[in-house]
C-alpha cells in the first residue's frame, strides 16, 4: 500500500489557524484523499475527503464544518487541509489516507477507506493551546 506524507502541524493559540499538507504520489492523483485525526486512546476520526481529479466534491465531519477547508494540488500532488478558528479540542495528530472508493451516501458525499489500511504515515501533530 500507499504512503502518503503529512506535514505543517505546529502549536497554535485557540482561533488560530494552520495548513496542514499531504504529499501523494501521482498515481493518486485520481484517488479521493481523507484527512484523519487521533487523541491517544481514542479512535481515528476521519474529518474530511475531497474526491480525486479535479477535486472537486468534499465530505466534512460536523466537528470541523465550516472551520476547516480540504483542497487538492494535482501537479504538486498534494491535499492541503486548511485549518481556521482552531479550538483546544482539535488538539490531535493529523494523518491523510487515499479512499478505495467514494460515493453518495443519502444525498452525503463519502470516500471509503479499507479496513485494514495499515500504511499511515507518522502524522503531523496539531496542538491547540494558549
Known amino acids: 500500500q500507499v504512503q502518503l506524507v503529512e506535514s505543517g502541524g505546529g502549536l497554535v493559540q485557540p482561533g488560530g489557524s494552520l495548513r496542514l499538507s499531504c504529499s501523494y504520489e501521482t498515481s493518486l492523483k485520481y484517488y479521493a484523499i481523507g484527512w484523519f485525526r487521533q487523541v491517544p486512546g481514542k479512535e481515528r476520526e476521519e474529518i474530511s475527503c475531497?474526491?480525486?481529479?479535479?477535486?472537486?466534491?468534499?465530505y466534512y465531519a460536523a466537528s470541523v464544518k465550516g472551520r476547516f477547508t480540504i483542497s487538492r494540488d494535482n501537479v504538486r500532488n498534494t491535499v492541503f487541509l486548511q485549518m481556521n478558528g482552531l479550538q483546544p479540542e482539535d488538539t490531535a495528530t493529523y494523518y491523510c489516507?487515499?479512499?478505495?472508493?467514494?460515493?453518495?451516501?443519502?444525498?452525503?458525499?463519502?470516500?471509503?477507506?479499507?479496513?485494514?489500511?495499515?500504511?499511515w504515515g507518522q502524522g503531523t501533530q496539531v496542538t491547540v493551546a494558549s
Open positions: 489516507a487515499p479512499a478505495e472508493g467514494d460515493q453518495f451516501l443519502g444525498g452525503t458525499y463519502r470516500c471509503r477507506f479499507p479496513d485494514d489500511y495499515d500504511s
Open positions: 475531497i474526491s480525486g481529479g479535479d477535486g472537486n466534491t468534499y
